[in-house]
């Protein structure tokens, strides 16, 4: 009897982490743009709305925040900073949450003009270019934490009309081996694919997003993802050119982070 409550004990346990596993993670990316001489400003925006983030957090309202840096970040190459929160319910991530809430907690003894000011500094510290509303639908086996300084590899991907099914079936049964491969080796820390939840392959500047995380750039560098392919993966690529095309490439570094 006892042998019997152990057996049903773990499967009901692994029946738990299966489901936890399988449950989709929601991003929202907000790409900012900061115009020249409002670098420092834009800084003190971010740490002051960090405090809001946490306690959106504690309230139930998302489960993450970030902040990355972005490469390159000229003021004429787009946005130079990113923020992502991460949602476990789509309907949350479209509505927001409750942030008067979130900012009366975090912020409870800030009187109304007090609160207007930093509105007012977050408007004119930088301009939010756009928005991204993602789920994310196939990733790596790995227990990387992504501590800060980790550096993201974001890939804009546009499949062609028609095939977005097949694209993503590609980077699953495909390409996610060899990314699997290098997370096992230590030559990267994580890999995922994003689906892009509101755009439409004929309108949408990049219906995907895929992401390789690494350690820092010497593990992008130096890891094992920098060797020669062999002729499996060639063919593998030029059947991918066939589905998608790599719209564009960013660097992420993160920099702040609430979980």
């Known amino acids: 009897m006892k042998k019997l409550f152990m057996i049903m004990t773990i499967a009901l346990f692994s029946t738990m982490a299966i489901a936890q596993d399988s449950e989709p993670l929601y991003l929202l990316f907000e790409f900012m743009h900061v115009d020249e001489g409002q670098g420092d400003a834009y800084a003190e925006t971010e740490a002051f709305w960090e405090k809001v983030h946490v306690q959106r957090v504690k309230n139930g309202d998302c489960i993450g925040w970030d902040l990355w840096s972005l490469q390159p970040s000229g003021q004429k190459q787009g946005a130079q900073f990113m923020t992502v929160s991460l949602y476990n319910d789509p309907v949350k991530m479209m509505s927001g949450g409750d942030f008067n809430k979130a900012w009366t907690d975090a912020y409870p003894n800030l009187s109304d003009s007090e609160s207007n000011a930093k509105m007012e500094m ?134 702040r982070k609430v979980r």
């Open 122 to 255: 977050t408007a004119k510290s930088r301009d939010l270019t756009h928005r991204v509303f993602l789920v994310e639908i196939d990733k790596t086996k790995d227990d990387f934490d992504m501590p800060l300084g980790t550096l993201a590899i974001i890939n804009f991907m546009k499949a062609k009309p028609g095939k977005s099914g097949a694209y993503e079936k590609m980077e699953s049964e495909v390409f996610k081996k060899y990314h699997q491969s290098d997370v096992d080796s230590g030559g990267r820390a994580n890999w995922g694919l994003l689906r892009n939840m509101l755009g439409y392959p004929t309108e949408a500047y990049a219906t995907h997003i895929t992401v390789d995380m690494f350690t820092g750039y010497d593990q992008f560098f130096n890891g094992s993802n920098n060797g020669p392919v062999n002729e499996e993966q060639q063919k593998a690529y030029q059947e991918m050119n066939e589905l998608r095309d790599l719209k564009s490439v960013t660097h992420g570094t993160l920099v």
